[in-house]
C-alpha cells in the first residue's frame, strides 16, 4: 500500500468492494466557519472536468487530480493505457505539463510511475515514485521544474519513503517503512532538505499526512489492536493525542485525522462502536463536532483557510454489496458523467475551488475542478 490509506484502506476496501490499492474513493463535504451543519441549499457551481493528454481510457484508466494551490494550479496523476502512472500540472488555463520523477519505474505489475500528492502557494510540488523494483521514494519538483528525490533516514527496501504535504515554506510531512522495528514512522523534511524523524509516543505505527503552514504535522498512529488514535505534533515537538468523542476504542476502530489548516483546525473520521464512520472537525480550542450525512461512512480529507471542508462519503448497500460515492457542499452533488457512482473530491483551495476525479459508466478516470 502506498497513500495516506496504507493503514486504513482495507478496511474501506472490504466495505465497498473497491480494490485499487492507490485510489481512494471520493466525495465532498464543505463547512464554512461556525457552519457546521450540512444544508440542502445548494450553491451554483461550474464544473470543468479534464483529462491529461496520454491518459488510457480502459477501464481503471485516465487521470487522478489530488491538490489544488490558492492559484487555482491543480497537479495529479495519470494512468497510461500501458498501465504506468506519470504525474500532471495543470495550469488555470487548462495547460497541462506531464513529468516523471527520476528512477520511476514503468512496469504495471504493482503500478510503478510518478504520484504526486500535495501542491503549495508557489506551485511546488511532492509525492512519491515507484521505482522498477517496487520501492518507494519520495520527490520534490520545484516551481521551476527541477525534481528532487529522497528517502528518509532509515527507510528500508521494501516499501519505503511516502511524502504526502508540502506547506508554504516548502516543509514536506509523510511517513517511511522502515527502522529497528519495521514499522511506519513519520517524517519532517526541512526546505533546507534535513530530515526529522518521529514516532508518536504509546504508537506502534505513526502515519503523518499533513502539515500547515506553521509546521505542525498532523495524522495518526496505530496502537494495539489496530485502534487507532489522531495527533497533532507542535513545530517543537510536542504531541497531542485526539480521540473523537465516540470513537470505539476496538479492533480496526478509532480516530483517524487527514487534515489541518493553518488556523490549527483539524478534519477527519472516526469509527464507533457499529463500524460507522463519522467525520469529524476538531477546533483550535480542542472542541469536536460531529459531521454526519446520508451515508455510512463520512471521510473529510482536505481543509481550507475559512474552515471548509472536502471530503467524501460512501453509500453502502450490504445487500446488494455496492456502493455509491458522492460529493458534497452543503449539499450532494456529483461530477457530470459519475453516473452518480464514483466522485471523489480530495482537495479545497482559500477560494473554495475543489479538485478531484470521478469514474464514467466505463470505469474510466477524469480530473474535475468544480469552482463557485
Not at 146 to 161: E, N, Q, R, S, Y
Not at 214 to 231: C, E, K, Q
Not at 256 to 271: C, K, L, M, Q, T
Not at 287 to 307: E, H, K, R
Amino acid at each position: 500500500m502506498t497513500d495516506r490509506h496504507a493503514a486504513k484502506i482495507g478496511r474501506v476496501t472490504r466495505w465497498t468492494g473497491w480494490t485499487q490499492w492507490r485510489g481512494s474513493l471520493a466525495l465532498c463535504l464543505a463547512l464554512c466557519g461556525l457552519e457546521l451543519g450540512l444544508s440542502s441549499i445548494a450553491r451554483a457551481a461550474t464544473f470543468t472536468t479534464f483529462d491529461v493528454p496520454g491518459a488510457g481510457t480502459g477501464s481503471g484508466q485516465g487521470t487522478l487530480a489530488t491538490s489544488i494551490n490558492p492559484a487555482g494550479v491543480i497537479t495529479g496523476y495519470y494512468l497510461d493505457a500501458s498501465g504506468a502512472f506519470h504525474g500532471f500540472l495543470r495550469a488555470p488555463d487548462g495547460s497541462v505539463t506531464t513529468f516523471n520523477a527520476p528512477g520511476a519505474g514503468a512496469g504495471t505489475d504493482l503500478r510503478q510511475g510518478t504520484f504526486p500528492k500535495s501542491i503549495n502557494p508557489s506551485g511546488a510540488i511532492t509525492g512519491y515514485y515507484i521505482d522498477a523494483g517496487n520501492v518507494i521514494h519520495g520527490f520534490l519538483r520545484a516551481p521551476d521544474g527541477a525534481l528532487t528525490t529522497f528517502d528518509a533516514p532509515g527507510a528500508g527496501a521494501f516499501l519505503g519513503t511516502f511524502a504526502l504535504s508540502i506547506n508554504s515554506a516548502g516543509a514536506i510531512a509523510g511517513y517511511y517503512f522502515g527502522g529497528a522495528t519495521l514499522g511506519y514512522h513519520g517524517f519532517l523534511r526541512a526546505s533546507d532538505g534535513a530530515f526529522t524523524t518521529f514516532d508518536v509516543p504509546g504508537g506502534q505505527s505513526t502515519f503523518a499526512l499533513t502539515i500547515n503552514d506553521t509546521g505542525a504535522i498532523a495524522g495518526y498512529s496505530v496502537a494495539t489492536h489496530l485502534i487507532s488514535h489522531g495527533f497533532l505534533r507542535d513545530p517543537d515537538g510536542t504531541f497531542t493525542t485526539l480521540d473523537a468523542p465516540g470513537a470505539a476504542q476496538t479492533f480496526e476502530a478509532g480516530t483517524f485525522v487527514w487534515a489541518i489548516n493553518a488556523a490549527g483546525v483539524i478534519s477527519g473520521d472516526y469509527v464507533d462502536a457499529n463500524e460507522v464512520e463519522h467525520g469529524f472537525m476538531r477546533d483550535r480550542g480542542g472542541a469536536f463536532t460531529t459531521l454526519d450525512t446520508p451515508g455510512t461512512f463520512t471521510f473529510p480529507v482536505s481543509i481550507n483557510p475559512a474552515g471548509a471542508v472536502a471530503g467524501y462519503y460512501i453509500e453502502y448497500d450490504s445487500v446488494q454489496r455496492s456502493s455509491k460515492t458522492h460529493g458534497l457542499l452543503r449539499t450532494v452533488f456529483d461530477a457530470p458523467g459519475s453516473q452518480g457512482v464514483f466522485t471523489f473530491p480530495l482537495s479545497i483551495n482559500p477560494a473554495g475551488a475543489i479538485t478531484g476525479y470521478y469514474a464514467d459508466a466505463n470505469s474510466v478516470f477524469h480530473g474535475f475542478l468544480r469552482s463557485r
